[in-house]
């Protein structure tokens, strides 16, 4: 386990698309902060339309926030542009968080905290604040103490709360650009501890986040994040990852799926259509990238 001394500066890095609606929001929770050290903002602006750079130069910005903008427009995708925001970084400690999500008062503290004791901090995230009740139950989300812990693996982490030492970002290349579709946390995580640096899980490193709240983009979200499960199983298998691979799974997740659709009554059922999309969406996105890839994955 990792033992170092608390950073000299922090940089929470923030990418961001036409999200400006609710950035503005997470850039007031950022300046509630409790964190008493040195730090500062980057906001990383992936081609955004919406005026979010107008806006940063403007005082609306919350005072007393020490926030940078800076250009990723160059490359789609928010893994391009966290490593552009990097680059520009100050800080020897990084924090990531989304721009969609309010982080808590104490979180960058907590994060720090956890860091004197390890190479990567992961925190955990609470949907119960900022979603409807209905929403909440569409996507189930492991407690706050449980970490993200992968069966028989490493354990991965979460893009919204988490937190590195820049040395280890820069040793393992930074982020990997060429995940499009959800996944590049667990692969960031994955690849820090394959190298030998320490991941430890931090409860008290809270962001409230936000939940796809219909049905469209449910499935959109949730679909990409079967296809990327493919794609970390794809990667990771050479290295011994096995917790996906299940062969007697597919038939019956398709039974319990269609035994469970919501066109019967939920009294038989017992599962909402929400939460039927999210599992059948994931599983749809896991097929689709099997297939693509020729690999089982179910």
Same mark, same amino acid.
């Given at each position: ?36 050290? *040195? ?39 928010? =893994? ?24 808590? $008062? *104490? ?6 905290? $956890? ?64 995940? $499009? ?5 667990? *692969?960031?995580?994955?690849? !820090? ?14 962001? *409230? ?12 979200? $949730? ?29 019956? /997740? ?14 038989? =059922? ?16 896991? /097929? ?8 089982? !994955?179910?």
């Amino acid at each position: 386990m990792a033992d170092r001394r608390p950073p000299e500066h922090v940089t929470v890095v923030i990418p961001v698309r036409n999200g400006l609606t609710y950035l503005r929001e997470q850039l007031k929770a950022l300046a509630a902060q409790d964190y008493s050290g *040195d730090w500062d903002v980057i906001v990383s602006d992936n081609g955004s339309s919406d005026g979010l750079a107008e806006y940063l130069r403007s005082a609306e910005v919350p005072g007393g926030l020490d926030v940078n903008h800076v250009d990723s427009s160059a490359k789609a995708g928010a =893994t391009y542009a966290r490593n552009v925001g990097v680059q520009a970084a100050r800080g020897d400690f990084l924090a990531f968080t989304d721009s969609d999500d309010l982080v808590r $008062t *104490d979180w960058l503290r907590e994060l720090v905290d $956890t860091a004197t004791t390890a190479d990567l901090v992961t925190g955990t995230v609470d949907v119960s604040v900022i979603n409807d009740p209905e929403v909440v139950e569409w996507r189930p989300m492991p407690a706050a103490d449980a970490g993200w812990a992968v069966r028989d693996w490493y354990p991965a982490a979460i893009g919204t709360s988490m937190g590195v030492w820049r040395d280890v970002h820069d040793a393992i290349g930074g982020f990997d650009e060429t995940y $499009t579709h959800g996944g590049d946390d667990n *692969d960031y995580a994955w690849r !820090c501890q394959i190298a030998g640096y320490s991941l430890v899980h931090s409860p008290a490193a809270v962001v *409230d986040y936000r939940l796809r709240d219909n049905y469209r983009d449910l499935w959109k979200q $949730t679909y990409s994040y079967g296809r990327a499960a493919v794609t970390n199983y794809a990667t990771y298998r050479p290295h011994g990852l096995s917790g996906y691979n299940h062969p007697w799974l597919l038939p019956f /997740m398709i039974l319990t799926l269609a035994v469970r659709n919501p066109l019967l009554p939920r009294s038989i =059922t017992r599962l909402s259509t929400g939460r039927w999309i999210f599992y059948t969406a994931h599983e749809a996105g896991k /097929m689709r990238e099997s297939i693509a890839r020729r690999i089982m !994955c179910v």
